[in-house]
């Protein structure tokens, strides 16, 4: 795996017709951008629903992409995950919000908040809900409840160096249902604001 891989692997569905990867990104990033203000925007007792996180996605890609904020139609492999089935992705996001606001509720201490941020962002992307920017809307997912908590944004990884591969190694061991290495990254970035 390179470090610097390109977030969108085709340019060819775009709304802009860009063809430059490097603009694209620029595009994308300006994009995120927005969207993480959005969610800094939120008061913190908002609560997080299925409205809100297709909000936050279709803030963030809508400019290029069609597929903004509308749920993934089609079966894709993420790496060795295989997510499930488009037709289930709209129960499994229901379940997911109510089970990730229930565990903000009853996060009163540290680790509570460690293993809610983890089980926000690895259910997120297990389920895998949009076509693509769906690491991109996790972390801003996790970001929203690390705010909640009262701390700082976290960032997990950078895209240079070592550190993506670090990140996508904790996320193939939490497949295997062995969460610890994802809860260190989190750990290690987690600061109070």
């Known amino acids: 795996m390179q470090d610097n891989t390109n977030w969108t692997p085709s340019p060819d569905d ?12 620029e595009y994308e990033a300006k994009g995120i951008a927005t969207a993480e203000l959005l969610v800094f925007s939120l008061d913190s007792d908002t609560e997080i629903s299925v409205q809100l996180i297709r909000e936050i996605h279709r ?12 749920w993934r139609t089609v079966s894709v492999t993420v790496g060795q995950l ?3 089935e488009p037709t289930q992705i709209i129960q499994l996001m229901y ?13 009163k201490e540290y680790n509570d908040h460690i293993d809610c941020l ?5 259910e997120f992307i297990r389920i895998h809900p949009f076509n693509n920017g769906n690491g991109r809307t996790g972390r801003i997912l996790m970001n929203l409840v ?3 908590f009262g701390y700082k944004p976290l960032e997990l990884y950078h895209r240079e160096g070592n550190n993506r591969k670090i990140y996508i190694d ?6 295997k249902h062995n969460f610890s290495p994802l809860m260190d990254l ?8």
Do not use: C
Not at 59 to 70: D, M, N, P, Q, V
Not at 118 to 122: C, M, P
């Open 14 to 25: 775009n709304n802009l017709g860009l063809t430059d990867k490097v603009i694209i990104n």
């Open 59 to 70: 803030t963030a890609f809508s400019e290029l992409y069609e597929w903004a904020g509308k």
């Open 82 to 84: 295989m997510p499930p």
């Open 95 to 107: 379940q997911f919000i109510d089970n990730l606001n229930f565990k903000i509720g009853n996060s």
């Open 118 to 122: 983890a089980f926000s962002h690895y």
């Open 146 to 148: 690390a705010l909640k």
């Open 170 to 175: 904790a996320m193939k061991l939490a497949d």
């Open 186 to 193: 989190i750990r290690k970035e987690l600061a109070p604001l």
